[in-house]
């Protein structure tokens, strides 16, 4: 091999060389994976003592000498359960993937302060990320489901596995929504009122009867569904302003629904105007002792005040669904009796005549 062969062939080699070098260098300056990695720096949530949650629907939760409240709903009693639970899914977020191209914006703000004002930790939510149909669901033309959301991460956008759905702005998925659950077995006795008519029923061994039923009337049994069960599953839209004056309710020209347990205990309900496609609604809690057990007594009467305490101080907004089921009339409930066919009459002569 000359010498020129031999300068040719080591170029060759040094820009071989080189040229791995620059490639090796490339693959060890590739940015590190950041999935896996938490969303938020290490906080306590045991030191959170208001969340601050942005966006369309501004939504405010503190901490209060009585427990959590909801300061933009009228400071409404939040569920201490629900703050924790929704505050460790933020503690725990991971990032799933990096989201290249998504954009949030504007977003939703989240902040989380001490008790001082000093915010603890702060992200900014996008939209949830919608799953691809799949099986029927694809085949009819169906949707997909949120199976996570888009979140800011640094100066880029990343995707959790949470759809955080607590985070959208609304209040009921941080308290209790749940006005009343009084067991519809137990009602022996209900009553509506309305516009100065007063209709009373009563149910023994599971038959209704209307009080003041005429000759020629009889109780529809086919409107009886619910007069026992409109307190029984009941839960609010929203609250009204406590500020406001109860006149703008509506209560005065409004229904008022009583139903009366087995126990002593009685709810009576008062159906207000309308907001909206809501009503207002209030409802309270009384106790006449019907047994001579003391404990029992003391402690149905003990249920009872804190009912008032808590659930009765608040004027409520109630879908009109609900609300029509306490607001029933007498021509509601009671028809024209039915008259026995000619028949059925001759059948009851030929058995009196074989008496």
């Known amino acids: 091999m000359t010498t020129k062969n031999l300068v040719i062939l080591g170029a060759v080699a040094a820009v071989l060389g080189c040229a791995a070098y620059f490639c090796n260098s490339g693959r060890k300056m590739k940015a590190p994976s950041v999935n896996g990695k938490p969303v938020l720096p290490a906080f306590d949530v045991s030191e959170v003592a208001k969340v601050e949650i942005g966006g369309a629907k501004k939504l405010t939760l503190a901490a209060t000498d009585k427990g959590w409240a909801i300061e933009t709903l009228y400071g409404y009693p939040a569920d201490v359960t629900k ?64 199976d996570g959301r ?56 599971s038959t209704w009867t209307l009080e003041g039923l005429g000759a020629k009337e009889e109780l529809d049994t086919s409107k009886t569904y619910s007069l026992d069960s409109a307190l029984s599953y009941l839960d609010f839209n929203s609250v009204a302003d406590p500020k406001k004056p109860e006149a703008e309710f509506g ?82 409930l009671v028809k024209a009796k039915e008259e026995p066919k000619k028949d059925d009459k001759k059948d009851d002569k030929k058995a009196d005549g074989k008496k």
């Open 150 to 205: 888009y979140v800011k991460f640094g100066d880029g956008v990343v995707l959790v596995k949470e759809t955080l759905d607590a985070f959208d702005g609304d209040p009921k998925k941080w308290c209790e929504s749940r006005i009343c659950s009084v067991p519809s077995a137990d009602v022996k006795a209900v009553s509506y009122a309305k516009g100065g008519e007063t209709v009373k029923l009563s149910r023994k061994d």
């Open 83 to 146: 703050i924790r639970e929704n505050l460790l899914k933020l503690k725990d977020l991971t990032v799933g993937q990096t989201a290249k191209g998504q954009k949030i914006d504007p977003g939703t703000p989240v902040e989380l302060k001490d008790a001082k004002g000093k915010v603890i930790a702060s992200t900014t939510l996008g939209g949830q990320h919608m799953s691809k149909p799949r099986g029927q669901a694809a085949q009819f033309g169906g949707g997909g489901y949120p």
């Open 251 to 332: 209560f005065a020209t409004g229904a008022v629904y009583t139903v009366s347990l087995k126990n002593g205990q009685s709810y009576t309900a008062k159906v207000g105007g309308a907001s909206g496609a809501d009503r207002y609604f209030k409802v309270s809690a009384a106790f006449s002792p019907v047994g001579t057990n003391a404990t029992e007594n003391a402690s149905l009467e003990k249920k009872v005040k804190e009912f008032n305490d808590t659930t009765g101080k608040w004027t409520y907004l109630i879908s009109s669904y609900s609300a029509d089921s306490m607001s029933k009339t007498r021509k509601d």
